[in-house]
């Protein structure tokens, strides 16, 4: 990388720097008129213990950014190591909506109705605190209104720009 003074970033730069950390993958899901979205996040993190929240940044050109901004109520799973294609599928655009979950086992939240992805590692369900703008990006924070955590410590993680598996071992 050559240095800038002018002080923009080049995006190929700014993806191969963020690529040398490593993420876990989650599924955001909620339910806008009784139809289920989802997405893959890796952009996601805890931000207070009192009250509880977290973070997800939401593209604001998917149409998980409007379901989201519209329902105020959401769901987040850990995905397990196992888990790739999951990811894979939910990472991509253009998904048939009544179709999107066909063959992955999900529950309902117990608060909020939004699918969780059955047998994750961990799962939390929130409501929508505050947003924020994030350039192509909305920081959604959710203040956790329920959540769960299995024994399994194995974990699906991004690093490089691949898919790798943790196991907590």
Known sequence: MTPDSSGSIAPADFRTALSRFASGITIMSTL??????????SAFTSVS??????????DK????????????????SVL??????????????????YSQFDGIPTVPGPKTGCPLV??????????TWATY??????????????????DDPSALIYYAGQYRDLRGK
Not at 80 to 97: C, I, N, P, T, Y
Not at 137 to 150: M, N, P, R, Y
């Open 32 to 41: 806008q008129g009784g139809v289920a979205h989802a997405m893959t996040a």
């Open 49 to 58: 213990l009192d009250p509880p929240l977290v973070l997800v940044c939401v």
């Open 61 to 76: 050109g998917v149409r998980m950014h409007e379901a989201v901004l519209s329902r105020g109520d959401w769901a987040v």
């Open 80 to 97: 397990a190591a196992g888990d790739q294609a999951v990811a894979e599928r939910f990472a991509r655009s253009g998904r048939d909506l």
């Open 118 to 127: 059955a047998g994750a590692p961990a799962w939390l369900e929130c409501r």
């Open 133 to 150: 703008e994030g350039g192509d990006h909305t920081i959604v924070v959710g203040e956790v209104l329920s959540l769960g955590a299995a």
